[in-house]
Structure formats: structure tokens, C-alpha cells
């Protein structure tokens, strides 16, 4: 099959849209696949490659089948043989991610605790003075702005369990 036909842009794939910037989509048959707005027609060019070639499609079908691609695909090779010889690099590697993750995880799961702890003062607070009483925070003291906190995490990773129950 030929290569495609250049847009006015000069590059395949990419077209210029009238406020000034450059899109670009891979089609095929019926799928379109939009990849964004780029500030310049070499740029949606270059993004657009990137994804014909993840999708396998032969480098005629490229605007540049050259020297960016050859380096990427070595990169790519060369990774895979040293993972191949280094695995002991590769496991240090995951479990140093692994941790991260464990400690992200803790921080979040203590930040969340603190939030829900300092709304929980201010609410307190907040009934107290409401009840007729007095409260030991000042009129100007910020932590009454903690009973606006949200408290709820879409983050999750303890599996929904109660962080009260600790």
C-alpha cells in the first residue's frame, strides 16, 4: 500500500486548525484516534509517529522513518537485554518502587487521619459555641477553617476499612 496522501500541514496525520494550532489522529477504517492539539505542525508529527508506532504500522506510513525511530526501537532493545542480564537490578528496582508505594500509602492513610482529627476539633468547637459555651479557639484562629475539610479519599488502598479503628 502507498503511503498516505500529505495534509496541507505537510506531514501525515496532522492537520491545521483554523485558530493556529496543529491536531493529530490516526484513522483506520472507521476508528479515529485523536492524540491532542500541538502548538506546532512538527510536534503533532512527532506524536504521531509515536503512536503508529506502538500500533505496529510499517514506517512508510511515518513522516519520519528515520533516525527518531531507529534510536527509540535500540533504546528499547538495549533495555530489554540489560534487564536480561542485571535481574538482580530489575528486582531492586520493584522493591524499591514496591516501598515507595507502601510509604505513600502510610502518608496519605496519616494525612487523612490528621484531616479527619482536626475537622472532628473544629466541629467539636463549633457545637460548643453553638450549645452557648466557649470555645478556646480565638475569633481569628484558623483552624475553624478545618471544618471545611474534606474527608473523604478516593484513594482507598486499605480496602474501605474504618481509619477510626486503629
Wanted: proline content about 4%.
Amino acid at each position: 500500500m502507498p503511503p498516505r496522501r500529505r495534509s496541507a500541514s505537510g506531514y501525515c496525520g496532522v492537520r491545521q486548525h483554523p485558530n493556529g494550532g496543529f491536531y493529530a489522529e490516526i484513522r483506520s477504517g472507521d476508528l479515529r484516534l485523536s492524540l491532542g492539539t500541538y502548538d506546532t505542525a512538527h510536534e503533532a508529527a512527532r506524536a504521531f509517529d509515536a503512536a503508529a508506532w506502538r500500533l505496529g504500522r510499517p514506517r512508510l506510513q511515518m513522516n519520519f522513518p528515520d533516525r527518531r525511530l531507529l534510536v527509540a526501537q535500540e533504546d528499547e532493545r538495549v533495555m530489554a537485554e540489560w534487564r536480561r542480564r542485571h535481574p538482580e537490578d530489575v528486582a531492586y528496582e520493584q522493591e524499591y518502587w514496591e516501598r515507595r508505594r507502601e510509604e505513600d500509602t502510610r502518608r496519605r492513610h496519616e494525612e487523612r487521619l490528621d484531616r479527619r482529627r482536626r475537622k472532628a476539633l473544629a466541629c467539636a468547637q463549633a457545637d460548643l459555641v453553638n450549645a452557648g459555651g466557649r470555645s478556646f479557639f480565638t475569633e481569628e484562629d484558623e483552624r475553624w477553617f478545618d471544618i471545611w475539610l474534606s474527608t473523604s479519599d478516593d484513594t482507598d488502598d486499605d480496602g474501605g476499612a474504618d481509619d477510626w479503628s486503629d
